[in-house]
């Protein structure tokens, strides 16, 4: 619903405390691509926020991002209310995070993304998942599952620079990797931050 002019004064005051990286004009910005964002929405959230399509449109054209199943965990990260809209608040916030994050943040939102059943660990099977839908489509001929598999194999067996770090923080070798194992491992090699699929903006 339309806000009065005060009440957008109030609001972007407000984000610009608690997005934290970005300046009050920047804030005001990105409530007035929200707004258009909105009008574009279907009616269902009586322009409260919103919708999926429109949140992977807009992630799709100003960053590039393609993939489905990084778009759809990106959007549940934003969607912090589990409404199935993104509201003003979670779209400044969300977009802080993504865009301008600290190292912190940006692991916590990385290890959500990957997370796929939310519970706190990333599995073999969301290794592989998340693997099989960053990697380039395989020629017809080709069983697409089975290249992913011995990806995720070499990837937690044999990479001993890269994925591996994350494998040998499983000390109890039960193929999952908690949020603390990711942690560390991000800290000793930056790059495994998207280990398991882009889900961040490039620099550009």
Request: net charge negative.
């Given at each position: ?6 009440g ?11 997005a ?8 005001e910005c990105l409530?007035?691509l ?6 574009r929405?279907?009616?269902q ?9 429109v949140?992977?449109?807009t992630?799709?054209?100003a ?8 778009l759809?965990r990106?959007?549940?990260t934003f969607d ?5 809209c ?10 802080a995070?993504l865009?301008r ?6 692991m916590?939102y ?5 997370d796929?059943n939310?519970?706190?660990y990333i599995s073999r099977?969301?290794?592989f998942?998340m693997?099989?839908?960053s ?7 080709e069983e697409?599952?089975e290249?992913?598999k011995?990806l995720v194999?070499?990837?937690l067996?044999k990479?001993?620079s890269?994925?591996?770090l994350l ?7 039960d ?15 930056e790059l495994?931050?998207e280990?398991f699929g882009?889900?961040?903006?490039d620099i550009?």
């Amino acid at each position: 619903a339309a806000m009065s002019r005060k009440g957008v004064k109030l609001l972007v005051d407000s984000l610009t405390r608690s997005a934290k990286h970005f300046n009050k004009s920047e804030v005001e910005c990105l409530v007035n691509l929200f707004d258009t964002l909105v009008a574009r929405a279907s009616s269902q959230f009586a322009g409260a926020g919103f919708d999926r399509t429109v949140f992977r449109d807009t992630l799709h054209s100003a960053f590039g991002m393609t993939d489905d199943v990084v778009l759809d965990r990106v959007f549940s990260t934003f969607d912090k209310g589990n409404s199935g809209c993104i509201t003003v608040v979670e779209w400044v916030e969300g977009l802080a995070v993504l865009l301008r994050g600290t190292l912190e943040e940006k692991m916590k939102y990385c290890f959500a993304v990957y997370d796929l059943n939310g519970d706190g660990y990333i599995s073999r099977e969301e290794m592989f998942q998340m693997l099989k839908n960053s990697l380039l489509i395989q020629p017809a001929d080709e069983e697409p599952d089975e290249g992913v598999k011995d990806l995720v194999e070499i990837a937690l067996k044999k990479m001993a620079s890269t994925y591996l770090l994350l494998y040998l923080r499983d000390y109890d070798h039960d193929g999952k990797l908690s949020f603390e194992d990711f942690e560390k491992a991000v800290r000793e090699e930056e790059l495994l931050l998207e280990a398991f699929g882009p889900c961040l903006p490039d620099i550009k």
